[in-house]
T-cell receptor, first 112, second 113 residues
């Protein structure tokens, strides 16, 4: 089936550093969504992208819908302790019957 | 609170027992999804409803799983004869129409012992 390759799997960073993660696929997607999930909680929507090349910000978070429509990037600037969690990308493509396809997540850990 | 609500938050059950979970979507959302998530993985699609109609079920959904949305509002997910492999977080999400900004509930953590 369709898959999203999300990388990195985990990141250890210092507070204040910038963070980058991405998702790629061999398929063309119509929509990219980025979620954050804290332990024991459901995913919370961060950013939604609907057009190729679209760049959208939500506070310190910025996400981009790749020009090829096969990838997306999420950047977090000046990380703070509450950024810790797992970030998931999810995509929707033409023949998916509106089922989201999910990446495996990027676990963000901030070094004390 | 007008978000997606799931009940219970946690459920521990003995193998072989039946369990039922409830999801109350955002009130004006007509699409409702059930997902299963195991540790270290993204959510896996189980099934979805548009209003009261169950439009698609994943091949992951064995015959022991059944979902309903009788009046197009809240939904229930029942697992019969639970197995240890059913232990997971069960997530519900809702969206309005074809808008894919799906909003998730806090999930129900099932542990089968």
């Amino acid at each position: 089936g369709q898959q999203l390759n999300q990388s990195p799997q985990s990141m250890f960073i210092q507070e204040g550093e910038d963070v980058s993660m991405n998702c790629t696929s061999s398929s063309i997607f119509n929509t990219w969504l980025w979620y954050k999930q804290d332990p024991g909680e459901g995913p919370v929507l961060l950013i939604a992208l609907y057009k190729a090349g679209e760049l959208t910000s939500n506070g310190r978070l910025t996400a981009q819908f790749g020009i090829t429509r096969k990838d997306s990037f999420l950047n977090i600037s000046a990380s703070i302790p509450s950024d810790v969690g797992i970030y998931f990308c999810a995509g929707l493509f033409m023949d998916s019957n509106y089922q989201l396809i999910w990446g495996a997540g990027t676990k963000l850990i901030i070094k004390p | 609170d007008t978000g997606v609500s799931q009940d219970p938050r946690h459920k521990i059950t003995k193998r072989g027992q039946n369990v039922t979970f409830r999801c109350d979507p955002i009130s004006e959302h007509n699409r409702l999804y059930w997902y299963r998530q195991t540790l270290g993985q993204g959510p896996e699609f189980l099934t979805y409803f548009q209003n009261e109609a169950q439009l698609e079920k994943s091949r992951l959904l064995s015959d022991r799983f059944s979902a309903e949305r009788p009046k197009g509002s809240f939904s229930t997910l029942e697992i019969q004869r639970t197995e240890q492999g059913d232990s997971a977080m069960y997530l519900c999400a809702s969206t309005i129409g074809f808008n894919t900004e799906a909003f998730f509930g806090q999930g129900t953590r099932l542990t089968v012992v």
